[in-house]
């Protein structure tokens, strides 16, 4: 690391648990971050200034109107342009020293497990179940962990799956495939701060994984009620009959 750097993230490697060490895996290391919205614009923007490397960020829709009530990564002039592009710039603007990967076409099948294969971890802050469970069967393949958040209302939800390491649950053994529920943001709404918090997190449980540090929560998931703000905690346990993981 050079004396730039050295300033730059010395908050961090004062940490007993970074060090200069920690930081350059930080720097060594890719995450792909599936969605610029609500959740990926927090846990983009605090992977990049922690000094993530490389991010690779996916998303095929536009900046609109609508969606800057919480999706902090774009602003006004962004209106309009792919959030891949408009999100890419923001986190070279908050941190030049790292390499940015946008993507802005959908990640098919072939495309979507090569990027998750050539990532160290994976954040799932997409808004539909088709692109969970396609980034979930990916993870699985190719053994990327997966930080999966969501938000709705005044609920957020946050876990961690580990494919392949310590009979680690997918997000299959939480969700059964059974299509799209009616609840979505769009039609239900969601509290602007609450994305935030849900995101912000995803990107802690990323650093904690990519340093090997603490208490992940694998197996564990984490539901947060804003209104009372209180959290519960619901244990996760791999399902034998899972058609994405059980048996492997």
Not at 143 to 164: D, H
Request: charged share 25%; with cysteine.
């Amino acid at each position: 690391m050079d004396d730039e750097q050295l300033l730059r993230y010395g908050r961090q490697i004062l940490l007993r648990q970074v060090d200069i060490e920690g930081q350059q895996k930080l720097l060594d290391a890719r995450a792909l971050v599936i969605g610029l919205g609500g959740l990926g614009s927090p846990a983009a923007m605090y992977l990049a200034a922690a000094g993530v490397g490389q991010l690779a960020i996916s998303d095929f829709d536009s900046v609109d109107l609508s969606n800057l009530q919480r999706q902090i990564i774009h602003g006004t002039p962004d209106l309009g342009r792919p959030k891949a592009e408009s999100a890419a710039d923001a986190l070279r603007r908050l941190n030049p020293d790292i390499r940015v990967e946008a993507l802005s076409q959908r990640l098919e099948e072939a495309e979507l497990r090569e990027q998750v294969a050539a990532s160290d971890v994976v954040l799932d802050c997409s808004d539909n179940f088709a692109t969970r469970f396609a980034v979930n069967a990916a993870c699985v393949k190719t053994g990327t962990p997966l930080i999966s958040g969501a938000v709705i209302r005044f609920e957020g939800q946050i876990t961690v799956f580990t494919p392949g390491r310590d009979d680690s649950p997918c997000y299959r053994c939480l969700y059964a495939e059974e299509g799209e529920l009616g609840d979505t943001c769009v039609r239900n709404g969601v509290i602007a701060p609450l994305p935030g918090i849900i995101g912000s997190m995803q990107a802690l449980e990323a650093i904690k994984l990519l340093l090997g540090q603490g208490k992940t929560l694998r197996g564990r998931l984490l539901l947060l009620d804003a209104l009372s703000l209180e959290w519960r905690e619901m244990k996760l346990r791999r399902s034998p009959g899972c058609p994405t993981c059980g048996g492997k």
